[in-house]
Structures are given as structure tokens and as C-alpha cells.
């Protein structure tokens, strides 16, 4: 098997043919040199009522990738953490109080990485974050 790249639309469309024509989805990975669950993976993430499209399938893909770092909150829900923030309370007390509140996602690290966008550099003496401490990973 190759390193894993995405299915290109040739790909997609050797499924479709193949799917027509009858052969399984193992012999269909063999061809294209894939894993079966990946063949199996995209004919089921990617069928319609009754068949596999090609055409469809590349489309929804095309929308999954560039919809993958869209910002999963709203702009309220940044004003919330930015005024938290400015009462000088540490990403990881805000996001404790965000799970308590319901919030789902909000995490100490995606604090830190909203931070970071915003300044452009490192926390210590930025734009009135110098009180946070220096943030690194714990893995």
C-alpha cells in the first residue's frame, strides 16, 4: 500500500465504472492500490439513494475540505472568551466554566491557539495577556 493520499477524481470515477461492473469493493482496492476500508468508506460516505457518483462524491469532498478548519464557534462565543480574558481569567478556568455552562469543544488549548491567532506572537506582554503563563503542549 502507498502513504495515504486523498482519492483524486480518476479515482473516484474507477470506482464508479467498477462498482457498474460488478466487482467488490476488495477487488476495486486491489486495482487502485488502497486499503479496502477506504474504498468501503467512500462508496458508503458517498452514495446516493441507489448508486455510487463519482460527479457527487468529488463534490462532497471538495465542500468536507474546505469546510475542515472553518471555526466550529461563533463570534458571540469568542466576545464571551475575549471578556473572560479581560477579567484575567486563565484559558483553563474559562474552559472549565465553558463545559459547565454546555459549551462543547471549548478546550485550554483552543484558547491558547485563539490567542496566538489574535496577537501574532508569543502570550507574555501581548496586548494585555502578559499575566498568562507560557503556554507548550503537554504531549
Not at 462565543?77 to 480574558?85: F, K
Not at 501581548?126 to 503556554?135: A, E, H, K, T, V
Amino acid at each position: 500500500m502507498r502513504p495515504y493520499t486523498h482519492l483524486s477524481k480518476q479515482d473516484r470515477l474507477c470506482i464508479e465504472q467498477k462498482l457498474q461492473e460488478g466487482y467488490s469493493l476488495s477487488q476495486i482496492a486491489r486495482m487502485l492500490n488502497r486499503h479496502p476500508s477506504t474504498i468501503s468508506r467512500e462508496v458508503r460516505r458517498n452514495k446516493l439513494v441507489r448508486h455510487y457518483s463519482a460527479r457527487h462524491a468529488h463534490e462532497e469532498a471538495r465542500a468536507r475540505r474546505k469546510n475542515a478548519n472553518a471555526s466550529k464557534f461563533s463570534e458571540v462565543l469568542w466576545s464571551e472568551i475575549s471578556h473572560a480574558l479581560a477579567e484575567r481569567l486563565s484559558p483553563e478556568q474559562i474552559a472549565g466554566r465553558m463545559r459547565l455552562e454546555g459549551y462543547k469543544g471549548v478546550c485550554t488549548q483552543t484558547i491558547y491557539n485563539y490567542i496566538r491567532r489574535k496577537s501574532g506572537i508569543s502570550l507574555n506582554g501581548i496586548r494585555g495577556f502578559f499575566w498568562l503563563p507560557s503556554w507548550s503542549a503537554k504531549r
